[in-house]
């Protein structure tokens, strides 16, 4: 199992795609594994290096003690591009992936060379919002949130013509460690990245799903209004659009990366 000690933790990694090839650097949403990326890995590793990996406290990645910050998981992913020898990349990132590919374009700019955000926020939520999640999760464990967290994800029609993808995420999220989620909430929590990311200058798609209640339409708007230069895209979907419209999103993101 390939792991690597990246910014303190062991993270669970996976490349795909020809060695040669430029690396494309993917981040996921909160609660979910790299497998969640699997519509688009085999386009995508066509003409890149895939570099997938499990988030702090998620999958087959270390869990360590919480809280945790926007800034550790940022840490953590330049930690693991410098474990394996990666300098540059393209980023594509969704939910809290997004979040971390904002932070990385603020902070890291030089590694940065085009930047997706998919169904993310600059800001998200509030603390009383979180810190009723946290406390259900540690409470009642995973499955205290995961029915509600399926219907923000994808749409009632999706949930009805497409069992099998859904009930690949739903296994995903029960079996995502409480307290690694938990830590992660609390990163989401304290994040305001709204001011910092007009200092982004790296090429930027924003994605939005038309029907996502958890960060919708108007999120995106704004990151891409605060994004010199930056260009939306709306699909059809939820907030796992990569799930939901993957043809589409699968096409939008490529043609954005091979400019």
Same mark, same amino acid.
């Given at each position: 199992?390939?792991?690597?000690?990246?910014?303190?933790?062991?993270?669970?990694?996976? %490349? +795909?795609?020809?060695?040669?090839?430029? =690396?494309?650097?993917?981040?996921? !949403?909160? /609660?979910?594994?790299?497998? *969640? @990326?699997?519509?688009?890995?085999?386009?995508?590793?066509?003409?890149?290096?895939?570099?997938?990996?499990?988030?702090?406290?998620?999958?087959?990645?270390?869990?360590?003690?919480?809280?945790?910050?926007?800034?550790?998981?940022?840490?953590?992913?330049?930690?693991? %591009? +410098?474990?394996?020898?990666?300098?540059? =990349?393209?980023?594509?990132?969704? !939910?809290? /992936?997004?979040?971390?590919? *904002? @932070?990385?374009?603020?902070?890291?700019?030089?590694?940065?060379?085009?930047?997706?955000?998919?169904?993310?926020?600059?800001?998200?939520?509030?603390?009383?919002?979180?810190?009723?999640?946290?406390?259900?999760?540690?409470?009642?464990?995973?499955?205290?949130?995961?029915?509600?967290?399926?219907?923000?994800?994808?749409?009632?029609?999706?949930?009805?013509?497409?069992?099998?993808?859904?009930?690949?995420?739903?296994?995903?999220?029960?079996?995502?460690?409480?307290?690694?989620?938990?830590?992660?909430?609390?990163?989401?929590?304290?994040?305001?990245?709204?001011?910092?990311?007009?200092?982004?200058?790296?090429?930027?798609?924003?994605?939005?799903?038309?029907?996502?209640?958890?960060?919708?339409?108007?999120?995106?708007?704004?990151?891409?209004?605060?994004?010199?230069?930056?260009?939306?895209?709306?699909?059809?979907?939820?907030?796992?659009?990569?799930?939901?419209?993957?043809?589409?999103?699968?096409?939008?993101?490529?043609?954005?990366?091979?400019?």
């Amino acid at each position: 199992m390939p792991l690597v000690v990246a910014n303190g933790a062991r993270l669970f990694y996976r %490349l +795909d795609g020809p060695l040669e090839a430029p =690396v494309l650097l993917l981040s996921n !949403s909160l /609660g979910t594994q790299l497998e *969640m @990326w699997d519509s688009q890995l085999p386009d995508f590793a066509a003409r890149f290096r895939v570099l997938r990996y499990d988030s702090r406290g998620h999958g087959r990645s270390e869990v360590l003690p919480g809280p945790y910050r926007i800034t550790d998981l940022g840490r953590d992913a330049l930690a693991l %591009l +410098d474990a394996l020898g990666v300098g540059g =990349v393209r980023f594509c990132g969704l !939910s809290m /992936g997004g979040m971390v590919g *904002m @932070w990385l374009g603020t902070h890291a700019p030089e590694r940065i060379e085009r930047l997706v955000l998919c169904n993310t926020s600059a800001q998200i939520g509030t603390p009383e919002l979180w810190n009723s999640r946290i406390e259900l999760v540690r409470r009642g464990s995973m499955e205290a949130v995961t029915p509600a967290v399926l219907e923000r994800w994808f749409t009632s029609d999706f949930r009805s013509r497409a069992p099998q993808a859904v009930e690949k995420v739903r296994r995903m999220l029960l079996t995502t460690s409480p307290e690694g989620y938990a830590a992660c909430c609390a990163a989401l929590r304290d994040m305001d990245q709204r001011e910092a990311i007009a200092s982004i200058r790296a090429p930027t798609l924003v994605i939005a799903g038309a029907h996502d209640p958890a960060t919708p339409p108007t999120d995106a708007r704004a990151i891409a209004g605060r994004i010199p230069g930056a260009t939306l895209m709306e699909l059809e979907a939820a907030h796992l659009s990569n799930i939901e419209a993957a043809d589409q999103f699968t096409a939008t993101v490529l043609e954005f990366l091979n400019r």
